[in-house]
Each structure stands twice: as C-alpha cells, then as structure tokens.
C-alpha cells in the first residue's frame, strides 16, 4: 500500500517532487513548501503529519532534506 502523500528522491538541481494521493503537487525545496502544497490539498495542520510514516514516505533521500545530491 502506498502513502497518500510520497516526497521523492533529492534532484540534480535541489528540491524534491511531492506527490499527493498519485498526483504531483510540485517541487518542495524545504519543509515550508511541502506543508503549502498540502495545504493547498486540503490538510490544513500539515506541519503535525510530515513525520508520520502512515501520512508521509520520504522516498530516496532523509527526511526534510532538499539538498541538491
């Protein structure tokens, strides 16, 4: 079963692809942008899920980082 909501490997140029329930949302390059991209998804206390492995799959990297690899 995948997560509703999939933060993908760190890119070339910095920043990682969000994807909410299969559709992708943009490219978050720190926390802040991921929680507007999942309020804009209609999860208005977004901050309190980014480390809930039920909620959110950091794929391909650390959480929270955006680092260019």
């Given at each position: 079963?995948?997560?509703?909501?999939?933060?993908?490997?760190?890119?070339?140029?910095?920043g990682r692809r969000v994807a909410i329930n299969g559709r992708i949302a943009g490219l978050a390059r720190?926390?802040?942008?991921?929680?507007?991209?999942?309020?804009?998804?209609?999860?208005?206390?977004?901050?309190?899920?980014?480390?809930?492995?039920?909620?959110?799959?950091?794929?391909?990297?650390?959480?929270?980082?955006?680092?260019?690899?």
């Amino acid at each position: 079963m995948s997560m509703p909501i999939v933060v993908h490997g760190l890119s070339r140029t910095g920043g990682r692809r969000v994807a909410i329930n299969g559709r992708i949302a943009g490219l978050a390059r720190d926390d802040r942008d991921l929680v507007e991209f999942l309020r804009r998804a209609g999860l208005d206390d977004a901050w309190a899920i980014l480390d809930a492995p039920h909620w959110v799959e950091w794929r391909g990297g650390r959480a929270h980082q955006y680092a260019a690899a």
